[in-house]
């Protein structure tokens, strides 16, 4: 048996040391980030300036979601209603049709 990759496992370990300690630092970071968001403002026990404007443009979305789907509901309606009237004008051409076939004359050979 050869000799052990001894400083190989030692470069992959330093490497992994390397990767989980960034990592760490994102997580710390990330979770400033997270308790200053939440966190009240200069001690006055109000949101931050950044989480009211959050609330405004929720509000805004939100108007424009119900208009979205009121608008979605108007056309669905419309195309139920001119989806029915194809269906009576196919009805009534088959109808006319069929009398149509009825009623032409047999010639006679000659």
Do not use: K
Not at 36 to 44: C, K, N, R, T, V
Not at 88 to 95: P, Y
């Amino acid at each position: 048996m050869g000799p052990l990759p001894i400083a190989q496992w030692n470069a992959a370990l330093d490497d992994m040391e390397t990767a989980l300690t960034g990592a760490a630092r994102a997580l710390e970071r990330s979770d400033e980030r997270w308790e200053l968001a939440g966190a009240p403002s200069a001690g006055e026990g109000e949101a931050p300036v950044a989480l009211d404007r959050l609330d405004v443009r929720l509000v805004d979305w939100e108007a424009r979601a119900r208009a979205a789907e009121g608008v979605t509901r108007a056309a669905e309606a419309e195309i139920a209603d001119r989806a029915e009237a194809v269906g009576r004008w196919r009805a009534l051409f088959a109808q006319w049709e069929h009398v149509l076939q009825q009623e032409q004359p047999t010639h006679p050979a000659s």
